[in-house]
């Protein structure tokens, strides 16, 4: 017999899927949309279209593992640009609709995505400087002593360098990002009112000079995604972001360029805005790509493989890491949904490379236990 305690909850975990469902339908749609005007526009993927042995090879990889799809319009998409004609790439709507929220428990993200908290996370000596917290309009220090609001101002007109002031949840593609003098974040602070806002205030970070040089104005960082592999945790895929046109931010989305690296740290000598723009220099410093290595990438690997086994309930982490003068990992942000994959691919080519076969093998096995809520 149903009884009340168990049709709430099954209503409940309903009600999610549909959100979480439609939410990501409308992303997965405007993607293809735009995936279906760059085909329209590309020669060579006209071209690679027209390749029966590719084309059916890629088709057998979705129709095997994704229940009959066959769209191969993502295969075409990466392989027509970065010449990596491989039939294991992971279209871009069954990543996020499914494999993702299967692998990856959603709901658990936000506590630990709030910048915030991530002082309790990480070494210190692995993040940047942290002079405030606000969390929900209350004012706290790095180690999160609760500061009387009219004593931040006084704090904050102590330094005399560029701070950062961002979100502390949600700033993705470096939105509402601010760097600027402590006199001018007073005053914004001042000015509006951040009652039930949570943001944090940091140092602006020295980086590597090797990493500058391509485009100083911005922090060029990696991006590494990171999967539990049975026992172990593994790096599937790395690029290197830098920001262009002096923008303050290097993300894709806010009209950077990414590079491949490998697995010895050597990044690919092209790049690839997200018009899909090819380039073997950085187009304002006119440095060449070919033959640079990230410094210290060794202890990034390592800095992102030790900590991915402190969470449990993620499959696959995306982390953005910075380079400190001394080649040192200064850990930025991690992704634990919606990590963005085009990227990746891109570059790199298949998103899961030669652990393909073991994390769709995981997401089949795991998807009606997983699948949105638990």
Known sequence: MLTKAKINPYIKK????????QDALRKSIRYKQEIGSVFRNSNSMKKLSENSAYVN?????????????????????FAAFNNILKNNYIPFELYYIYIEPTLNKRQMYRALADKNSYNNLFEKTNLPDTILKIVNGEYFDVNNNSIP???????????????VFKPAIMSGAGKN???????????KLKNKNYD?????????????????????????????LTARIESKIVVLSTYFR?????????????????????????????AFDFKLNKMYAHPNSGIKFKDFIIP????????????????LHHTL???????????EPIFIEFNLFRQAISGHQLVNGPLFGEHTEYLLEKYRRDYQKNFYYD
Not at 149 to 163: D, I, R, S
């Open 14 to 21: 309903k009600l999610h899927q549909f959100y979480w469902f």
């Open 57 to 77: 090879d890629s088709k057998h990889f979705l129709e095997k593992n994704f229940n009959g799809y066959k769209n191969i319009k993502w295969h075409l998409y």
């Open 149 to 163: 609001k009219t004593e931040v101002f006084n704090q904050l007109a102590k330094y005399n360098g560029k701070l």
């Open 177 to 187: 990002v601010i760097i600027d003098c402590a006199d001018i974040i007073v005053e």
């Open 196 to 224: 039930r806002a949570s943001y944090i205030i940091q140092k602006q970070i020295v980086q590597h000079y090797k990493m500058a040089q391509f485009h100083p104005n911005s922090v060029n960082t990696c991006r590494i």
């Open 242 to 270: 830098m920001g262009k046109n002096n923008s303050v931010v290097d993300n894709g989305m806010a009209g950077g360029i990414m590079t491949g690296i490998n697995k010895k740290g050597e990044i690919t000598d092209f």
């Open 296 to 311: 210290g990438y060794n202890k990034v690997q390592e800095f992102c493989i030790q900590h991915h086994k402190k969470f």
């Open 317 to 327: 982490i995306s982390w953005d890491i910075a380079i400190s003068e001394n080649e």
